[in-house]
């Protein structure tokens, strides 16, 4: 019984300090995070699992982490989306790095519009410097900002955005935006970009001070839960389904593990390793479109993103063993049937004196 009660001071203790926490933070005003040192995502090697489709399907037993989506400038509970959580799934294949991104929302779309339709992104950080906060943090402006001014808080960024994206279609680079050397995809919005600093962003091989070469090495493609074709889609088609229908959205997204960055525009992924990375979430709730600073985040910090690497305990090993173990049974059992009919055969050539000689000229 005094177990009891002891249980409910310690509840109602925890409870005032969380309210004093909230009271706190309102008062304040300024930048307030508390994240969840545990929040990770681990990216396990399986290869040949999904194909980047927009369907999530083949994503199903890849373990899912969920993440609340709080507003990415002011991460209050009572502000969060109201679709519920975003769950994120990562994997990759020893070449490239495959990402999965879900949430429940009622369908909208407005053709050619970005800002009508729901759109997401992912920042990585590149720069040892490069926070979370800010996109990267540097103080510099866009007057002053360069390469050498924000050197170390360099983030990776890649946005996609759905006005013009077909569901189920892959977007993202392509030769003729790559051609003229930078991030953009002028067929689907899913652009590379780099940051310093809010302010100081560009697609990739784009700055102000002078342009270089760089490509947009991300891919992806999205769906909807309500659609019920799975046939392809063309533009005409837009919009896809009849609008409000309940749902959930998936994007789905691959990039090399290394890519041909010289200017530390581009995160690079080692398999063993851990990256720092953000997703974020725009929707445009009750008919009205998204601005650039509207968007939920999943933590206001970075997230550990772990690439894993295929262990020798993984069962690749175990089945590549086995699958070798029949490749030999099998061929000794076939050596054994060869070694039998060629048995046979010399027995009924040795008992058949009747079988003429037949040179081989004359077949
Ligand atoms: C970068 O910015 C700094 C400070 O504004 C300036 O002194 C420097 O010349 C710039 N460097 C380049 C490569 O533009
Ligand atoms: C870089 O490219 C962009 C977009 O093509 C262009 O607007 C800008 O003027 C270029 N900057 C320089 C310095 O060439």
């Known amino acids: 019984m005094s177990l009891l009660r002891l249980f409910f001071v310690v509840l109602a203790v925890l409870e005032c300090r969380r309210l004093q926490l909230v009271t706190s933070h309102e008062e304040s005003g300024d930048w307030h995070c508390e994240p969840d040192s545990e929040s990770r995502v681990v990216a396990e090697f399986k290869p040949g699992v999904v194909t980047l489709d927009g369907h999530a399907d083949d994503w199903e037993d890849v373990y899912g982490f969920d993440f609340p989506l709080l507003p990415a400038l002011d991460p209050d509970q009572d502000k969060a989306y109201n679709g519920g959580k975003m769950t994120v799934k990562a994997l990759h294949d020893g070449k490239d790095v495959f990402f999965l991104m879900q949430v429940d929302g009622d369908y909208v779309y407005s053709k050619g519009n970005n800002n009508g339709c729901p759109s997401v992104a992912l920042m990585f950080q590149v720069g040892d410097s490069a926070t979370y906060h800010d996109m990267g943090g540097c103080k510099e402006s866009p007057g002053t900002c360069n390469r050498t001014s924000c050197r170390g808080y360099e983030v990776d960024i890649m946005h996609f955005s759905l ?13 003729i935006d790559n051609q003229e050397g930078n991030g953009g995809d002028r067929f689907g919005h899913l652009v590379d970009l780099y940051a310093w600093n809010p302010h100081c962003r560009n697609l990739d091989g784009i700055s102000s001070s002078g342009n270089d070469t760089a490509q947009n ?45 010289r200017l530390q525009q581009d995160v690079q992924f080692t398999i063993g390793q851990s990256s720092k990375f953000s997703a974020a979430f725009w929707y445009p709730t009750d008919g009205h479109p998204w601005h650039g600073s509207g968007h939920y985040s999943i933590s206001c910090d970075w997230v550990s993103l772990d690439v894993a690497p295929g262990s020798s305990s993984s069962p690749v090993k175990g089945t590549s063993g086995s699958a070798w173990g029949a490749a030999s049974g099998f061929a000794l059992l076939f050596s054994f049937v060869a070694f039998c009919i060629s048995v046979f055969v010399g027995y009924r050539v040795a008992d058949n004196k009747s079988i003429a000689f037949t040179p081989m000229d004359r077949l």
Do not use: C, I
Not at 163 to 175: D, H, Q, T
Not at 226 to 254: I, L, N
């Open 163 to 175: 006005g013009n994206a077909v569901p189920g279609r892959l977007y993202g680079g392509n030769p």
């Open 217 to 261: 090495d991300w891919r992806g493609s999205w769906w909807h839960s309500s659609f019920t074709t799975h046939s392809g889609f063309v533009a005409e088609d837009s919009p896809y389904t009849s609008s409000k229908q309940k749902g959930t959205y998936f994007f789905e997204f691959s990039r090399p593990l290394r890519t041909m960055d």
